[in-house]
């Protein structure tokens, strides 16, 4: 059977399929980001403009090996980050400046989280998770799970916050467009559970001028002030931020939100989770569960790649529709609607308290 496809096939027709299969190696990916995570994690974006520096002045300023600095300064124009001028100094290029911490579309902390040796450790152990089931990547290397470990390392801890924040740049934007004829005057007082530093909330908040807002995260998220979203967009006297466990208690809200939350846990957590603000809402409170659904058999989507990230580092999953549903029902809530913004793999889903 084989060679009978490959006799019918052209030539032109296997190069397709063969430089197809090698850009799902990722091996340029593999090493771009190996690369740019070194010259990060070596200062040498804090250091490098757009003024042209030669290896040596680099190495010599953070302490490098001139010779091997230069060869990986030399690898990044090859990514297209820095330009090299005639006298072999280097200089940051418009996508370059991209990897800065400062500069307001930085992807930095994409880089450092998805690049770091702690995700490409646990990621390690994907075929064992796969043949024998849990436990988690983070359990199998680190002995602990990955919330945990986020907690006893700060620095770690700090840019996941960096990848969330981030991943997250677009999404109230999305949301809100999803849920722009929604009519949000019948609520008085919304919730956004595991919130952040209150993105979302903030963009909510700002959109519906009538409206109270809490931000329900981690005490230690909730001490960090100077990062709170609700002052950079005027809404501080409507948005309270609240330290506490979604686990063990919510504030009182009339409606809820949850963004990227239960796709973190398995069943028996989101049961829990979901009970919990079930508790806490009045009975004709409203719920709106924030994910990458997982389409129909066939279907491409960002979620079934994601899913595979959840699988190995936090035990979580990303869901189909029908599998929200259920979580919803088991716990005193009945599914409303499905809300889909026209761009981006998010999808909202409404549920009332039953």
Same mark, same amino acid.
């Given at each position: 059977?084989?060679?009978?496809?490959?006799?019918?096939?052209?030539?032109?027709?296997?190069?397709?399929?063969?430089?197809?299969?090698?850009?799902?190696?990722?091996?340029?990916?593999?090493?771009?980001?190996?690369?740019?995570?070194?010259? !990060?994690?070596?200062?040498?974006?804090?250091?490098?403009?757009?003024?042209?520096?030669?290896?040596?002045?680099?190495?010599?300023?953070?302490?490098?090996?001139?010779?091997?600095?230069?060869?990986?300064?030399?690898?990044?124009?090859?990514?297209?980050?820095?330009?090299?001028?005639?006298?072999?100094?280097?200089?940051?290029?418009?996508?370059? %400046?991209?990897?800065?911490?400062?500069?307001?579309?930085?992807?930095?902390?994409?880089?450092?989280?998805?690049?770091?040796?702690?995700?490409?450790?646990?990621?390690?152990?994907?075929?064992?998770? !796969?043949?024998?089931?849990?436990?988690?990547?983070?359990?199998?290397? $680190?002995?602990?799970?990955?919330?945990? #470990?986020?907690?006893?390392?700060?620095?770690?801890?700090?840019?996941?916050?960096?990848?969330?924040?981030?991943?997250?740049?677009?999404?109230?934007?999305?949301?809100?467009?999803?849920?722009?004829?929604?009519?949000?005057?019948? $609520?008085?007082?919304?919730?956004?559970?595991?919130?952040?530093?209150?993105?979302?909330?903030?963009?909510?908040?700002?959109?519906?001028?009538?409206?109270?807002?809490?931000?329900?995260?981690?005490?230690?998220?909730?001490?960090?002030?100077?990062?709170?979203?609700?002052?950079?967009?005027?809404?501080?006297?409507?948005?309270?931020?609240?330290?506490?466990?979604?686990?063990?208690?919510?504030?009182?809200?009339?409606?809820? $939100?949850?963004?990227?939350?239960?796709?973190? $846990?398995?069943?028996?957590?989101?049961?829990?989770?979901?009970?919990?603000?079930?508790?806490?809402?009045?009975?004709?409170?409203?719920?709106?569960?924030?994910?990458? !659904?997982?389409?129909?058999?066939?279907?491409?989507? #960002?979620?079934?790649?994601?899913?595979?990230?959840?699988?190995?580092?936090?035990?979580?999953? %990303?869901?189909?529709?029908? %599998?929200?549903?259920?979580?919803?029902?088991?716990?005193?809530?009945?599914?409303?609607?499905?809300? !889909?913004?026209?761009?981006?793999?998010?999808?909202?889903?409404?549920?009332?308290?039953?």
């Amino acid at each position: 059977m084989a060679d009978d496809t490959e006799t019918s096939t052209t030539q032109s027709e296997i190069d397709a399929r063969v430089e197809e299969a090698n850009d799902l190696i990722g091996t340029e990916g593999v090493w771009s980001g190996r690369i740019l995570y070194t010259g !990060v994690e070596l200062g040498l974006f804090k250091i490098l403009d757009d003024d042209p520096t030669s290896a040596s002045e680099l190495a010599t300023q953070l302490d490098l090996d001139s010779g091997n600095t230069y060869r990986l300064l030399r690898a990044m124009t090859h990514f297209g980050v820095l330009d090299e001028d005639e006298n072999r100094r280097f200089s940051l290029t418009p996508v370059g %400046e991209l990897f800065q911490a400062d500069h307001p579309h930085s992807v930095q902390g994409n880089l450092l989280f998805n690049r770091s040796p702690e995700w490409s450790k646990t990621m390690l152990h994907m075929s064992d998770i !796969v043949n024998e089931g849990g436990p988690t990547g983070f359990v199998r290397e $680190f002995g602990c799970d990955f919330f945990e #470990y986020l907690e006893k390392n700060p620095e770690f801890g700090d840019r996941y916050n960096a990848l969330m924040e981030f991943a997250s740049r677009n999404h109230p934007d999305q949301i809100l467009d999803a849920l722009d004829t929604h009519d949000f005057s019948q $609520f008085s007082h919304v919730c956004d559970v595991g919130g952040g530093r209150g993105r979302l909330l903030s963009h909510i908040l700002k959109a519906n001028p009538r409206l109270q807002g809490t931000v329900l995260e981690l005490p230690d998220v909730v001490a960090e002030e100077d990062r709170f979203w609700a002052p950079q967009l005027n809404v501080t006297e409507r948005c309270t931020y609240v330290g506490g466990d979604m686990f063990e208690g919510v504030p009182e809200a009339d409606v809820y $939100f949850l963004k990227w939350i239960l796709h973190n $846990f398995d069943d028996e957590e989101c049961q829990q989770i979901l009970s919990t603000i079930h508790e806490s809402a009045p009975s004709d409170g409203r719920l709106f569960i924030i994910e990458t !659904v997982v389409p129909d058999p066939g279907t491409p989507h #960002y979620a079934k790649r994601l899913d595979i990230t959840m699988m190995v580092q936090t035990g979580g999953r %990303e869901r189909t529709k029908d %599998e929200y549903v259920e979580l919803l029902e088991q716990t005193g809530w009945k599914f409303v609607e499905t809300w !889909v913004p026209e761009e981006g793999p998010l999808s909202v889903l409404e549920a009332e308290r039953a």
